[in-house]
C-alpha cells in the first residue's frame, strides 16, 4: 500500500509539472499578444447629411414622421439603426455603419414602421435607391495614402461600384462610381482605418454621406458571377463555402492565388504558387463542379469556374 512517504514526491512532481506548464503557457500568450495588432473601436463619422433608410424617400420626411417608437431599431439585425443621442433628437433612429452594414435585401425596418417614416419597400426596390454615396478620405486611407495593400472596401462592395485605380504618388486608390453606390455603408464598415491603434484616425477613411431625397442607381445591386481575370478573387476569406463535400480547400485556393497575383505572377506560375501553399488533398482539381458553394458565397464569386482554371 502507498504510503504519505510514497505519495508526496509524486504530488511535488505534479505541482512542478503545471506550475511549468503555466509559466510556457504565459509565455506564449504574452509572445503572441505583442504580435498581435492593437485593436480599438471604431468611431462613427462625421457627416454633412446624414443617410435615412431605403423608403424614408428624404430627411425631412423621416424626421417629420419619425415617432421614435424604436421599431425599427429592433427590426435591424445588422445593428445599423441605433436611437440617436443627440439633444436635439433623442432616440430618433439613425445610420451608423461601424458595426454593420445595410444590407440590399434586407426591408425588415420598412415593414414595420407604423408612421410612414419608412415607406413599406420590397427587397427589389431597395437595390435601385440611393440613400447615400461613399466618399474616400485619402489622407487617412492606407492604400492611397500609405501605399498599403489593402482594398478592403473595393472587395465588399456589393454594388460592385469601388474600383481601385492607380493615383499620381503610384498608390492605389478607392475610387467611388457615384452612379452605382448606394450608400450601404458596407465599404465603411469593412474599412480597417478608426480600429488600429497604430494610426491616429479614429473613423473609416471611408463614409456614407447621406443623399436627400433619395435619388435611383443606375444599374440594380448585384454583384455578377465572372470567371477569374488578371486581378484577386474578391475572396474575403470568410469560409461560407466550407466544407467543400469534395475537399477542395476553396479559401486557402484563392488566397493563394490572390497572392500571386500581388506578387505579379501568372499563369502556370499561379498554379505553381498554388500547389506549394495548398494542401495535395485539398487542391482545386478535385472540384467537380458541383456548385454547392455558389448559394453560399456573399460575395457571388464562380467559384467552380476558378477552380477549373486553377486544376493543374
Known amino acids: 500500500m502507498a504510503t504519505k512517504e510514497d505519495a508526496a514526491p509524486e504530488d511535488a512532481s505534479r505541482r512542478a509539472f503545471l506550475v511549468s506548464t503555466a509559466i510556457v503557457t504565459g509565455a506564449v500568450?504574452?509572445?503572441?499578444?505583442?504580435?498581435?495588432?492593437?485593436?480599438r473601436t471604431k468611431q462613427a463619422a462625421e457627416r454633412t447629411t446624414l443617410p435615412v433608410p431605403?423608403?424614408?424617400?428624404?430627411?425631412?420626411?423621416?424626421?417629420?414622421?419619425?415617432?421614435?417608437?424604436?421599431?425599427?431599431v429592433t427590426a435591424c439585425k445588422e445593428g445599423v439603426l441605433r436611437p440617436s443621442t443627440s439633444l436635439l433628437s433623442p432616440m430618433r433612429p439613425q445610420m451608423d455603419f461601424t458595426r454593420g452594414y445595410c444590407r440590399p435585401d434586407c426591408t425588415a425596418c420598412s415593414q414595420v414602421c407604423p408612421a410612414g417614416a419608412i415607406m413599406p419597400i420590397t427587397?427589389?426596390?431597395?437595390?435601385r435607391i440611393q440613400i447615400g454615396v461613399a466618399v474616400v478620405d485619402v489622407i487617412t486611407c492606407i492604400s492611397a495614402a500609405y501605399g498599403q495593400h489593402c482594398g478592403s472596401c473595393a472587395t465588399h462592395c456589393p454594388a460592385s461600384a469601388i474600383t481601385m485605380e492607380r493615383g499620381a504618388n503610384g498608390n492605389a486608390v478607392p475610387t467611388v462610381d457615384a452612379g452605382r453606390c448606394v450608400g450601404?455603408?458596407?465599404?465603411?464598415?469593412?474599412?480597417?482605418?478608426?480600429?488600429?491603434?497604430?494610426?491616429?484616425?479614429?473613423?473609416?477613411?471611408?463614409?456614407?454621406e447621406g443623399v436627400s431625397p433619395h435619388s435611383t442607381v443606375s444599374e440594380e445591386v448585384t454583384r455578377e458571377q465572372q470567371p477569374l481575370t488578371a486581378g484577386e478573387s474578391g475572396c474575403v476569406?470568410?469560409?461560407?463555402?466550407?466544407?467543400?463535400?469534395?475537399?477542395?480547400?476553396?479559401p486557402g485556393t484563392l488566397r493563394a492565388h490572390d497572392e500571386a497575383v500581388r506578387l505579379g505572377l501568372s499563369g502556370d506560375?499561379?498554379?505553381?504558387?498554388?500547389?506549394?501553399?495548398?494542401?495535395r488533398a485539398n487542391l482545386p482539381d478535385r472540384c467537380i463542379g458541383c456548385g454547392a458553394c455558389l448559394s453560399r458565397c456573399p460575395q457571388r464569386i464562380a467559384i467552380p469556374t476558378l477552380m477549373q482554371q486553377l486544376s493543374r
Open 123 to 127: 427587397p427589389e426596390q431597395k437595390r
Open 237 to 250: 476569406n470568410c469560409h461560407h463555402c466550407m466544407p467543400c463535400p469534395y475537399g477542395v480547400d476553396i
Open 29 to 39: 500568450t504574452a509572445s503572441a499578444a505583442r504580435r498581435v495588432a492593437k485593436l
Open 269 to 279: 506560375q499561379v498554379r505553381q504558387y498554388i500547389l506549394h501553399r495548398v494542401n
Open 184 to 208: 450601404c455603408g458596407a465599404c465603411e464598415y469593412h474599412c480597417p482605418v478608426g480600429t488600429l491603434q497604430s494610426l491616429s484616425a479614429t473613423t473609416a477613411a471611408i463614409h456614407v
Open 54 to 72: 431605403a423608403g424614408a424617400v428624404s430627411v425631412s420626411n423621416f424626421e417629420s414622421r419619425c415617432v421614435a417608437c424604436q421599431l425599427c
